[in-house]
């Protein structure tokens, strides 16, 4: 299942004397120069970021948990906000703005997977539920593929087989436990993705990068025979 949401950026510095061509019209809908587009939902430019992640991450959490594969991707032109709705702005990920307001959707996700697997593990004690984290963090730049983690490891390649699925070979996986390991990986990954300046963004990503965590539980039981 795959829901749409629009995120509406307000006008920046250079575009203050100009109008603003995009309405929203409802909490599904808005329109631009007089035509109508419809969708799952839309937030507007009062939207926080505190409001998306309620809107997107936290389902997000919450079907993952479940067993179902989540994703999110974030689409636009360059400038339209997709790193600064993703990441948040640059030293949002700091070790000291962790707990700041400024944070992007991502680490709001991982903060509250945490939370969620923390609650679960105490609720089902009795079971000794046990979950294990791995991230992997990688780019797609002229359809090559570069571990942002490792980026000596370039051009990897695409496979597929019937125990894994679709999978990158020789992508590394780092086992992460709290919200610091995975800021970590994402200051770390980010620092080596590819820029360049467009007409709209001096510094703009001339690159799509994918983060991805791999989430498994596991119960113990002990069951006696006779």
Not at 19 to 39: P, R
Not at 87 to 98: C, D, H, T, V
Request: hydrophobic share 35%; with cysteine.
């Amino acid at each position: 299942m795959m829901f749409s949401v629009v995120r509406m950026r307000p006008l920046n510095k250079d575009e203050e004397d100009g109008e603003m061509i995009v309405q929203k019209l409802s909490n599904e809908s808005l329109s631009i120069n007089g035509h109508t587009f419809t969708y799952d939902s839309v937030a507007d430019t009062e939207s926080t970021r505190l409001d998306i992640f309620q809107l997107v991450g936290s389902p997000l959490v919450e079907n993952c948990l479940a067993g179902f594969n989540t994703s999110v991707f974030a689409y636009g032109q360059s400038g339209s906000g997709k790193t600064y709705t993703m990441w948040g702005p640059a030293n949002a990920l700091q070790e000291e703005n962790l707990a700041n307001e400024q944070q992007g959707l991502t680490p709001r996700v991982f903060e509250r997977l945490f939370s969620r697997i923390n609650e679960e593990q105490i609720k089902h004690a009795d079971k000794q539920l046990r979950y294990q984290c791995r991230c992997s963090f990688l780019e797609i730049y002229n359809e090559q593929i570069t571990d942002l983690l490792d980026p000596t490891q370039k051009n990897l390649q695409i496979r597929e087989d019937v125990k894994s699925g679709v999978y990158v070979k020789n992508l590394k996986e780092e086992c992460v436990s709290t919200v610091k390991d995975v800021i970590r990986l994402l200051l770390k990954g980010l620092s080596h993705r590819k820029t360049g300046v467009t007409s709209v963004n001096a510094e703009s990503s001339r690159s799509h990068s994918v983060f991805t965590c791999v989430v498994e539980s596991q119960c113990k039981v002990l069951c006696c025979l006779d």
